[in-house]
């Protein structure tokens, strides 16, 4: 779920509480306990602000965050492709097989 | 286990790559409006010129090209005030614009950046448009800095057009609105640093006509020549991609909306 709130982030300059909320479908508990975690590493930045008399929330992910985000999908994609090969060369093992 | 890994893995990326697309269209389905709003600019400015699309014989330029071309203008001063009017103007509705879409959406898109750079590169033409040149009398003819001529001819209100173009395709992170602005920038770089407007090098024009022998020896064969095209029709062709980008995003935006 982490990963999906940097994944939002990172294709905005800023984005509202209740918008990602919307978005990932989660309660306002939920993404909050979330938030304060990406929040104390530093990942994202929480902004208070007034959006006309409504009070809102807008997030915005660090340098930090993007890198993160960057990094973590590297490593899921390694993952597949280590998985892939490793597949790879045990059906070719088994075809070479007598 | 291995495959388990991987298949969430695949799972995770998969999900993530739709929500990435999901957001990106959301938050970037507002460019259509300055890309229109910029290419109707450049379009509406070929009403500042004499003769926009139909041939002339004899052309009387003045620089700066207030008008944006190096080409024969209505009027110096109609032509000052409708770019240093209507592009604080364009930028200052785009900043509505942008605002409103970040109030209903709660999303927000780094278009301070555009409006700066448009207004920034626009009062940096107006700051050396002011410097005093230095007047040469040769014979019977007065000329303005004619070793300075090259950098002269840019002073023109379309550069700060093209920068504000690039400055958009940044913050919304489309390359095809950066090599639209690199587009405006190459023509009117091209058109206005050498006179007469649209000339062509030898080696250019023997590049054209398949006549490779020059470039290689490194003489051109041709002395150059020109593309007689009117201010009309350059407009037009600087305006073309982002009238086709405007068209584009715009049904992404609408058919995102519509739940296609």
Redesign the interface.
């Known amino acids: 779920m982490r ?2 709130i940097l ?2 982030l ?7 509480f ?3 909320r919307d ?1 990932l479908k989660l309660t306002d508990g939920n993404l909050n306990r979330h938030l304060r975690i990406l929040e104390q590493a530093s990942l994202l930045q929480v902004v208070k602000g007034y ?2 008399r409504r009070p809102t929330t ?1 997030l915005r992910l660090t340098r930090q965050g993007r890198a993160a985000l960057r990094a973590e ?1 590297a490593a ?2 390694q ?2 492709s280590r ?2 090969d ?2 790879t060369a045990h059906l070719d093992s088994d075809t070479d097989a007598p | 286990m291995d495959q388990a890994s991987k298949g969430q893995a695949t799972q995770t990326l998969a999900e993530l790559e739709r929500l990435r697309r999901r957001t990106r269209i959301r938050a970037h389905g507002g460019a259509w409006l300055p890309a229109l709003g910029i290419a109707v600019l450049l379009l509406a400015s070929s009403a500042l010129y004499r003769h926009p699309f139909a041939a002339t014989h004899s052309l009387s330029v003045d620089s700066p090209y207030w008008a944006g071309l190096p080409d024969e203008q209505r009027d110096p001063l109609a032509s000052y005030v409708f770019w240093f009017l209507c592009t604080p103007l364009l930028l200052a509705a785009v900043g509505a614009w942008y605002r409103w879409r970040s109030r209903s959406l709660g999303l927000r898109v780094a278009w301070p950046l555009f409006a700066g750079t448009g207004l920034g590169v626009l009062l940096l033409l107006a700051v050396l448009a002011a410097v005093p040149t230095q007047q040469q009398q040769q014979s019977d003819t007065l000329n303005s800095s004619p070793d300075h001529f090259w950098l002269a001819g840019l002073l023109t209100p379309l550069l700060p057009i093209a920068a504000a173009v690039v400055a958009l395709g940044w913050a919304e992170r489309s390359r095809s609105l950066t090599i639209a602005g690199g587009w405006i920038a190459i023509l009117t770089v091209w058109l206005c640093g050498w006179l007469p407007m649209g000339y062509l090098p030898g080696w250019a024009t023997d590049l054209l006509g398949g006549d490779l022998t020059g470039l290689v020896n490194g003489t051109p064969n041709s002395l150059g020549g020109q593309v007689g095209w009117r201010p009309g029709i350059w407009l037009t062709l600087m305006a073309l991609p982002l009238v086709t980008f405007a068209a584009i995003r715009g049904w992404q935006s609408w058919r995102a909306a519509s739940g296609g």
């Open positions: 990963l999906a994944t939002v990172s294709e905005t300059r800023e984005c509202t209740s918008t990602l978005e959006e006309g807008w999908i899921l994609e993952l597949v998985v892939r490793a597949s």
